[in-house]
């Protein structure tokens, strides 16, 4: 999957705007991050675009493929007799469009490597912060 860092921009600094505490500590992070390999005009057209953005209507998801709201159940076996750890479900983004679950992805790339927990509330914060609710 190509990398597309002005929307990976874009969606880390809606997700600073629309949050607080340790998500908007990870969202400006991430953002300014993101600028250090970015040109000045990607960083121009990723502020416009994040400017311009606006959430979609819930009309409007409904007609995209995918039930934000049934999630599969998942969990981690450690090996040990009839135990499991409980890891909070991935979203399916399949009802995304395109544009859009890239750019999640990429915007929770750092939080995959810190394993399923990290990247499944990274993936639930960034459909949030679209207006997308998610039951975690």
């Keep these: 999957m190509p990398q597309d860092y002005v929307q990976a921009h874009k969606w880390f600094n809606l997700s600073a705007s629309r949050s607080q505490g340790d998500l908007r500590e990870y969202s400006v992070k991430n953002r300014d991050a993101s600028e250090e390999i970015m040109t000045p005009a990607q960083v ?3 502020q416009k675009l994040a400017r311009e953005w606006k959430p979609k209507t819930w009309e409007e998801l409904s007609q995209q493929k995918g039930d934000f709201n049934s999630f ?27 544009e859009t679950r890239s750019s ?3 915007a929770c ?23 997308v609710k998610t039951s975690k």
């Design 72 to 98: 599969p159940k998942q969990s981690l076996d450690n090996n040990q007799n009839s135990s499991s750890i409980q890891v909070p479900p991935i979203p399916d983004l399949s009802g995304l469009d395109r």
């Design 104 to 106: 999640i992805r990429l």
């Design 44 to 46: 121009v057209e990723a």
């Design 109 to 131: 790339g750092i939080a995959r490597g810190d394993g399923p927990v990290a990247y499944a509330r990274c993936l639930n914060a960034q459909l949030e912060s679209i207006g």
